[in-house]
């Protein structure tokens, strides 16, 4: 097992990798996350920070104008048309049963009324795992909820209210396309990125309802609710990486998370190490590859928070989500450098 933990740190840590995940906890300093903190709330809320109320479009019209390589109209048409599904259809992360427009079931309202009886935990968990992938999610892991992970007020600012019985977190991946983020930090890229978002809308409204459909409570949730990758830790589907991203075996960092906050019973899985923190302690590339340094060159990871959207208190190489959201906004579009340049972003072999 291996262990982050430097010299210096706090000593009241928590380190969980003997208890429950793979990362370290300063008990003393975690506290849930204000998404007044968001860095896409700052840009509303918070004139002091030279990101208020600035965004892609100056940049991007300026791109197109000058026909830029990868941010030509035709980019940007891509890129934006990416995130219809996520954008338009914001039923997606509805917390209850979908109301069908008149009758268009055949199966009518009764059916899925009663409560399914699970009889064995490992059988609704494969198959419930089956679902995700079917309806689209590349890797699909369940952890118990750990409440620290929960943020304290929805996206909207209104305070957050999860059931109590809310026990389990199904966690699914998206893998983003290769081609695409290869070619961050263009408009490209940003169509991945869309794209990603897009499935994670399509996929957690239909697994969401596959559990309805089995008298649970589903929640389903993109960025929103809750830290997705602490709980993607938890949920065994990898490990954070220095570009404070999620870093799984399959695909590096190259993937979308959403979740969905569940009542059904579950099996959880179990947290996954498979050498990143020793690995992302020598291989720098993403904190080489910003362009606005963003990413720590620090050798080890510390409790020390890079800006005020940071949420202190777990050990890491924390991200200056300032700096990176400027640099979107001077760029014209979003980034995906540091994805691009993780050696962990495993790229298949393309047939001839
Ligand atoms: S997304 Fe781009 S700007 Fe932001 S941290 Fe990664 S490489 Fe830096
Ligand atoms: S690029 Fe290197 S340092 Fe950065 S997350 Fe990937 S493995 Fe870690």
Redesign the pocket.
């Given at each position: 097992m291996e262990n982050n933990v430097p010299k210096d740190a706090p000593k009241k840590i928590d380190n969980c990798c003997t208890l429950k995940s793979n990362y370290t906890i300063d008990t003393s300093i975690l506290k849930q996350y204000d998404q007044r903190n968001l860095i896409f709330n700052r840009i509303h809320n918070d004139a002091s920070w030279k990101g208020y109320n600035k965004n892609t479009e100056k940049q991007g019209l300026r791109n197109i104008t000058e026909k830029r390589r990868g941010y030509t109209r035709i980019d940007y048409a891509l890129a934006e048309a990416a995130w219809t599904v996520h954008d338009v259809w914001t039923g997606a992360f509805n917390w209850n049963r979908f109301i069908r427009p008149g009758g268009s079931s055949l199966m009518g309202e009764k059916w899925y009324q009663d409560i399914y009886k699970v009889e064995n935990l490992d059988v609704i968990s494969r198959k419930l795992k089956k679902a995700a992938k079917f309806y689209g999610a590349s890797l699909v892991g369940i952890t118990e909820l750990d409440r620290r992970w929960l943020f304290i007020n929805k996206r909207n600012l209104t305070p957050l209210k999860l059931p109590n019985e809310i026990k389990s977190v199904i966690v699914m991946a998206f893998e983003m396309n290769e081609l695409g983020i290869a070619a961050?930090?263009t408009c490209l890229a940003a169509a991945a990125t869309g794209l990603g978002y897009s499935m994670m809308a399509f996929t957690a409204s239909c697994l969401s309802e596959f559990i309805r459909n089995l008298g649970y409570i589903a929640i389903p949730a993109g960025n929103d609710i809750a830290l997705s990758i602490p709980l993607a830790i938890d949920a065994g589907l990898g490990q954070l990486g220095r570009?404070?991203l999620l870093i799984t075996p399959e695909y590096g960092p190259r993937v979308r998370i959403c979740k969905i906050f569940t009542n059904l019973p579950l099996v959880p899985d179990k947290p996954l190490t498979f050498g990143v923190n020793d690995f992302c302690r020598q291989c720098k590339l993403?904190a080489e590859?910003?362009?606005?340094g963003?990413?720590s060159m620090e050798e080890n990871p510390s409790f020390q928070p890079a800006c005020k959207s940071n949420n202190p208190g777990v050990l890491k190489w924390y991200?200056?989500a300032e700096?990176?959201?400027e640099?979107?906004c001077d760029n014209g579009t979003?980034?995906?450098?540091?994805?691009a340049v993780c050696p962990y972003n495993k790229r298949r072999k393309i047939p001839p």
């Open positions: 961050s930090p570009n404070g993403c590859a910003c362009e606005v963003a990413i991200v200056d700096k990176c959201y640099f979107w979003d980034c995906s450098t540091c994805i």
